[in-house]
């Protein structure tokens, strides 16, 4: 497989994932009804390709999805990548939430380990 083009992106999110405080995602929504993929989207871009920390770094390197670190996986919400994907579209508390993040910061970090030499 060839080098993504979205690496310093990914260490970014990376980042960004393990940085985001339990206050942060109490602040960012309703506790009554709290929506992990909203709230994700309002502080990530998560789930929207126009605002995903990736998917800008593929626009401005002027690639598609196929330039991305999760072509192996076809795409960052299905096969290897779903679990995490799902933790947070799905977490219902700011606590899974968090939680979730830091697993998909995991996973992205093995993702984009054979390029982070």
């Known amino acids: 497989m060839k080098k993504p083009k979205n690496i310093k992106a990914a260490k970014e999110l ?28 309002r502080i990530t871009g998560f789930g929207f390709s126009d605002e995903c920390l990736l998917c800008k770094a593929l626009n401005k390197a002027g690639t598609s999805c ?19 994907y799902d933790a947070i579209k799905y977490a219902n508390t700011p606590r899974k939430l968090q939680n979730a993040f ?15 030499k």
């Open 14 to 41: 990376i980042e960004k994932y393990r940085s985001i405080t339990l206050k942060e995602l109490k602040e960012a929504g309703s506790l009554e009804d709290f929506d992990g993929e909203i709230i994700a989207g």
């Open 66 to 84: 196929s330039g991305c670190i999760y072509v192996e996986g076809f795409a960052c919400f299905r096969d290897g990548n779903k679990k995490t």
């Open 102 to 116: 830091r697993k998909r910061a995991d996973h992205i970090e093995k993702i984009i380990k054979p390029w982070n």
